[in-house]
């Protein structure tokens, strides 16, 4: 069965502190990866995403994601956390299905940035 | 418009009563898909649309639950006889075709808070 795990429910972290939410994947064939960002009663906001060429992918607010295809991972990274960072990460997998295809979502890492 | 819009943003009903969810993508997005967020919980999928065709209803809960897409655009998600368990936030978002330099990230509407009573 396809699936996306984020092994960690939450994260907590002291400003300032470098920060990794892990998230690993199950997906037959070549996935497209993504991060989403839920900020407080807030829609989910698109982050970063591999499709395919350099491991390392950099997007919104600082963070990035390192692609690692033998672990099957896609970890997101930031250097230096701040408080505002504090919300709920979800990654996703685009599985591979005709031209559009079904996304599958892990079940969330609340990141908690302590000042 | 410019973003994805849902209505209503919050619905309260009783036990038993249908709904009606309803998501307008963002203009020219072909591909539609409906998520379930229970509080604090992650997304569980519930179908996703390529136009007006529905290639998979894998995640609809139960035959409760249908959705419809006309146009190309507008969907709605129907939930007959609701039960408290039906209780959640549910997200809509679109996505453009995979093509060219499309890869199709999402882009997601408010949600629409369902409470049943």
């Known amino acids: 069965a396809q699936s996306v795990a984020q092994p960690e429910d939450q994260v907590n972290v002291a400003e300032g502190n470098p920060l990794t939410v892990k998230c690993t994947y199950s997906?037959?064939?070549?996935?497209?990866l993504f991060w989403y960002v839920q900020y407080p009663n807030r829609g989910l906001q698109f982050l970063l995403k591999y499709i395919t060429g350099d491991n390392l992918v950099k997007g919104s607010y600082g963070f990035e994601a390192e692609f690692n295809k033998s672990q099957t991972s896609f970890h997101l990274k930031k250097p230096s956390a701040l408080v505002s960072d504090s919300a709920l990460y979800f990654c996703a997998v685009r599985v591979p299905y005709s031209s559009a295809s079904k996304i599958i979502f892990g079940s969330g890492t609340r990141l908690s940035i302590r000042p | 418009g410019a973003g994805v819009s849902q209505s209503p943003s919050n619905k309260v009903t009783e036990k038993g009563k249908d709904v009606e969810l309803r998501c307008d993508p963002i203009s020219g997005h072909t591909a539609l898909y409906w998520y379930r967020q229970s509080l604090g919980q992650g997304l569980e999928f519930l179908i996703y649309?390529?136009?007006?065709?529905?290639?998979?209803k894998s995640g609809l809960p139960s035959d409760r639950f249908s959705a419809e897409r006309t146009g190309g655009s507008v969907s709605t998600l129907t939930i007959q006889r609701t039960q408290q368990e039906d209780s959640a936030v549910y997200l809509c978002?679109?996505?453009?075709?995979?093509?060219?330099?499309?890869?199709?990230?999402?882009?997601f509407g408010e949600g629409s808070r369902l409470t049943v009573l």
């Open positions: 649309f390529q136009g007006n065709s529905a290639p998979d």
């Open positions: 997906v037959s064939g070549n996935p497209y």
């Open positions: 978002a679109s996505s453009s075709r995979l093509a060219g330099g499309n890869t199709g990230e999402l882009f």
